[in-house]
């Protein structure tokens, strides 16, 4: 989504022909939309407010919502419009200490339905969010920390992390087991899961030890698709435990949030479990926490018992989640700085936040490229693009047409290979080649975007077999799930393709033409391979081609990251992070130097107070 778009015309439906003045113009202007431009309006006449800058306010605040924020700045607001301001159209934007001042004063804040904090203003539903969050975590530390039996758990941690590779494991999971809230971050591959795998063994022990019921551990992502690999991880890193502590653990099958917490029918974001029926666990894991919104995060530690062993996971460096909020940098940034005890026992600082910071899986050049762009280093970025290794690769570009036709070789291959596997109805072919290699766009549509691309490489395979694609459920057809079906079992990010079933008379290797009918689509979802008649599918979309957005949480052996125009709006640091992170083993950035430079020097701005809540003093209230 960008943040300012273009009016069509005079009747463009994103125009509130009704209003007037400051909202008006910053309608026209594109920045706000006439569901803003609604909102800010209904709750003027509501809470007797008419100063247009206090409504602009209102507008501006509903919009940032929308952006991913759970506040607004006013201060700062400016910036986020730049290129609406043009010498044509010079926004009239409130002399920032007037306006502050303007909204503090508003009845509208009075009544609380605004809310005006650390310079900040909110929607008051959001700010609650914040409060409660930073009230219940604030709550879990000042619980007595865990019973431990110390010389089991050191004994213990010799065991599972053996060798002093795994010194940073050991000191995190050491740190979790003492503590009931712990936020594990680290980048890709730094031994986040193998962490997580050796400390539920220790507490598995610890528990052995006491003689309590086995524990109970849920393993939980935001994602399908990342619970999927949670749990594949989870059991991965396991074998490489001493028996003993294997036997201890078993199968772990994880969750996504929203099925933990447990859907309710009647309610879109209220869960069965809440604060009046708390979670069962013992040990509650989050992973790729960075996806986690801030509503999400409410729920969540509201459903938590106190004597529950909470801990997230995640990188924080990478794109935060879709929805309002930037939980897991806030959670670094404010745990980080908050006041602990300042003589804390030997060997037990009581921070939350324990981080990983070696990378084990990557070969030097990812690694190194991912260091260059957490760091914010333009130059060190170009200089590990350009290496010329095998695991990164440039391909410099300066437009759409340069990208592919550089690009068709890369794309098509995998896109006719998969073509292959589905007609000969080889499902755990095609869904593993699938997993190899991703096209990663920032944009959904335009020249860059996942739609043409998708169109680019359907008419590529056209080309090269004289298959016209006419069936839209085309054998090899990639596919991206686009939203929940509890029915079927499928969500939201789950992938995969459409075959001829096996032993289909159809099915085998033909000359290229046209197959009609008979196909099904074989899905890799959370709690498995799902195989449904495509006629059962509602909401897919194409997959030769995936949003960087809508590939958090997952990765691929090989991904390609097609960079859009320097001056999109989404192109960001964190965008780039999150899509060269994707790749385990190779990465393919295609774009030109001015490019990748706009990327690394744009950061995504989520105005949010969680950091500050969490830094300073309790609030008064929750
Ligand atoms: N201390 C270590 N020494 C050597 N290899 C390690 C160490 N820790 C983990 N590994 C290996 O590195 C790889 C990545 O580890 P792991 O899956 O735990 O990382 P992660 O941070 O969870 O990765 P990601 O978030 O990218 O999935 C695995 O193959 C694992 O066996």
């Not at 063994?201 to 109970?216: C, F, T």
């Not at 196909?519 to 391979?529: D, E, S």
Request: charged letters at 25%; glycine letters at 8%.
């Amino acid at each position: 989504m960008t943040e300012i778009f273009e009016l069509t015309g005079r009747f463009d439906r994103r125009i509130a022909l009704s209003s007037e003045g400051l909202l008006r113009e910053f309608n026209d202007a594109g920045v706000l939309t006439a569901a803003d431009v609604h909102v800010a309006r209904r709750l003027g006449v509501l809470g007797g407010e008419g100063d247009e800058r206090v409504l602009l306010a209102v507008a501006l605040a509903t919009r940032a919502v929308r952006l991913g924020s759970v506040c607004v700045d006013l201060a700062g607001v400016r910036d986020i419009a730049p290129e609406a301001e043009t010498p044509e159209n010079d926004l009239p934007w409130p002399d920032p200490a007037g306006w502050a001042e303007a909204v503090a004063a508003s009845p509208l804040v009075e009544a609380g339905v605004l809310r005006w904090e650390f310079d900040l203003l909110y929607l008051d539903r959001y700010r609650q969010q914040e409060v409660q969050v930073a009230q219940d975590l604030r709550d879990r530390a000042a619980e007595p920390p865990p019973p431990v039996d110390d010389a089991v758990l050191e004994a213990g941690v010799l065991q599972v992390f053996p060798d002093d590779g795994y010194a940073e494991q050991r000191a995190a999971s050491l740190r979790a087991a003492r503590q009931w809230t712990t936020v594990l971050t680290g980048g890709p591959g730094t031994g986040k899961t193998t962490a997580v795998a050796g400390l539920l063994a220790l507490l598995a022990e610890q528990a052995e030890h006491a003689g309590a019921r086995p524990l109970r551990i849920a393993l939980t992502a935001p994602t399908g698709k990342a619970a999927a690999r949670l749990q594949g991880a989870v059991a991965d890193a396991s074998t490489r435990l001493p028996q003993a502590y294997r036997d201890r653990l078993g199968e772990l099958p994880a969750a996504t949030l929203h099925r933990l917490l447990g859907v309710r029918p009647d309610n879109a974001t209220r869960f069965r479990h809440d604060r009046s029926n708390h979670l069962p666990h013992d040990v509650i894991v989050v992973d790729e926490t960075s996806m986690v919104s801030l509503t999400m995060m409410a729920r969540l530690l509201e459903a938590v018992r106190p004597d529950t062993r909470l801990v997230l996971v995640g990188d924080p460096d990478q794109l935060a989640s879709v929805e309002a909020g930037a939980v897991l940098s806030d959670l670094v940034a404010g745990l980080g700085a908050a006041p602990r005890a300042t003589n804390p026992p030997a060997g037990q600082d009581r921070s939350p936040v324990a981080a990983l910071r070696t990378a084990h899986r990557y070969g030097q050049e990812i690694g190194a490229l991912a260091d260059a762009l957490r760091g914010g280093d333009a130059d060190a970025v170009l200089a590990a693009l350009r290496s010329g290794g095998d695991a990164v690769q440039f391909l410099e570009v300066s437009d759409a047409a340069e990208a592919a036709e550089a690009l068709r070789p890369h794309l098509l291959r995998p896109a006719l290979e998969l073509r292959d596997l589905a007609r000969r109805g080889d499902s755990r072919g095609a869904l593993e080649l699938l997993d190899r290699h991703r096209l990663l766009c920032a944009h959904r549509a335009g020249p860059f975007g996942v739609r043409t691309w998708n169109r680019r490489v359907e008419q590529w395979i056209t080309e090269e077999t004289g298959d016209p694609l006419w069936e839209p459920m085309y054998p090899g057809r990639p596919l991206l799930v686009t939203a929940n079906d509890y029915g079927l079992g499928l969500y939201n990010g789950d992938t995969g393709v459409v075959v001829r079933p096996s032993g289909s008379p159809r099915s085998g290797p033909t000359d290229g033409a046209a197959l009609p009918g008979g196909t099904v689509a074989v899905l890799a979802g959370a709690t498995g391979t799902v195989e449904l008649a495509t006629s059962r599918l509602a909401d897919v979309d194409t997959m030769h081609a995936m949003t960087i957005h809508k590939s958090q949480g997952s990765q691929a052996d090989v991904v390609t990251v097609l960079l859009p125009d320097a001056d999109s709006r989404l192109l960001t640091r964190e965008l780039f992070y999150t899509a060269v992170t994707r790749a385990q083993s190779t990465v393919r950035v295609v774009g030109s130097e001015d490019v990748v430079r706009a990327a690394v020097e744009r950061r995504v701005q989520r105005a949010s107070g969680l950091r500050h809540r969490l830094a300073g003093p309790p609030a008064a209230e929750r």
